[in-house]
């Protein structure tokens, strides 16, 4: 039987990369699904691929504090039921003003923290409330990243971003903690580099390039792709997790294990 065979999950930010990715996985195991997603022409896109009947779309900034609640009752309009919220959307601070400490200016700081810390802060409270109201259980999955965990100074030297997400590690895990009596599960999904757009500076330089064959190792040394997050993405959302929580699995390809080599 297909593991989320009933189930409706939203996606904050299920219309590009690793969030249209985990969305077709999803919708292969059962599941009925709400994109989020702030292009009408990509919403549009990620439908007519999925089909109306698996799918529907929600243009929506997932910094803005209503977006997630409103999409939640989304789902619960077109498909009867909310089991679970995968927040993805996020990005680089970088054309903002993220870098080093001493270069970090205020407005990359600010930008960046509320692009992929206050909007995770949005959904999951969102998410819980709702949870609560209908008093069931639930998932909950956010999107970190290697660089909370294991920093790489040469090349991934955004302190705004990093800290981001480790802070998404410290909000997943005492929202675990609280809510764990209540079947409520929150857990994280940490990447190294993947092939997305947010990641097109660094498959463009050929020196970091080469560092990744060293830094992730495995399958001979190459760039993530989205689909290496995908069973991680169904089995956390999905009861074949029912007894995991306030867990980070990383799909790094050995980022965290590895030196690499300059």
Known sequence: MRALVGKTIVIMGGTTGLGLSAARA???EGAR?????????KIEAAIEELTDEVACGFEGDATEP??????????????????GLYHVAGGSGRGMGDGPLHELTDDGWEYTLDLNLTSVFYSNRAAVRKLLELDRPGAILNMGSVLGQS??????????????KAAIIGLS????????????RCNVVAPALVETPMSERAQSNPDIMRFIKTKQPLDGGRIGHPTDLDAATVFLLSDQSRFVTGQVLYVDGGWSLS???F
């Open 26 to 28: 999803l919708s292969e």
């Open 33 to 41: 699904l709400v994109l989020v997603g702030r292009t009408p022409e």
């Open 66 to 83: 209503e977006t997630a609640a409103d999409a939640i009752e989304c789902a619960l309009h077109e498909f009867g039921g909310f089991d």
């Open 151 to 164: 920093p790489s100074p040469r090349y991934f030297s955004t302190h705004a971003y990093a800290t981001s």
């Open 173 to 184: 895990r005492t929202t675990a903690a609280h809510y764990a009596e209540e079947n409520i």
């Open 259 to 261: 030196e690499g080599q």
